[in-house]
Nanobody
Framework: QVQLVESGGGLVQAGGYLRLSCAASGRTFSCYYMAWFREAPGKERIFVAAVSWSGGSTFYADSVKGRFTISRDNAKNTVYLQMNSLKPEDAAVYSC????????????????WGQGTQVTVSS
């Protein structure tokens, strides 16, 4: 079992930045592939970024590539999402997710989810 708690969301102007954190419980955090997804009002949840067990491999949705950076600190059981050059279309509820095994861009393949944190970007 893994419990995930996100933090760091808020209101930011377009062009600004935020850093999201996701703290995980449990002693086997390093066994889980970690990802961030986002869900805007009236839209489906979509993949944003994922990071491998050691942090050595990352991959991103095309819409955030070059602006967002995912990382993890296994000693702190935490995964981060650094979001730079934010755009109004980045506004959404951001949730972190965990799954054993390899990463995936499909939300349905993740076993554990946090409650989400709201990101609002003003134009």
């Amino acid at each position: 079992q893994v419990q995930l708690v996100e933090s760091g969301g808020g209101l930011v102007q377009a062009g600004g930045y935020l850093r999201l954190s996701c703290a995980a419980s449990g002693r086997t955090f390093s066994c889980y592939y970690m990802a961030w997804f986002r869900e805007a009002p009236g839209k489906e949840r979509i993949f944003v970024a994922a990071v491998s067990w050691s942090g050595g491999s990352t991959f991103y949705a095309d819409s955030v590539k070059g602006r967002f950076t995912i990382s993890r600190d296994n000693a702190k059981n935490t995964v981060y999402l650094q979001m730079n050059s934010l755009k109004p279309e980045d506004a959404a509820v951001y949730s972190c997710a965990a799954r054993p095994g390899y990463g995936s861009v499909s939300a349905t393949s993740y076993n554990y989810w946090g409650q989400g944190t709201q990101v609002t970007v003003s134009s």
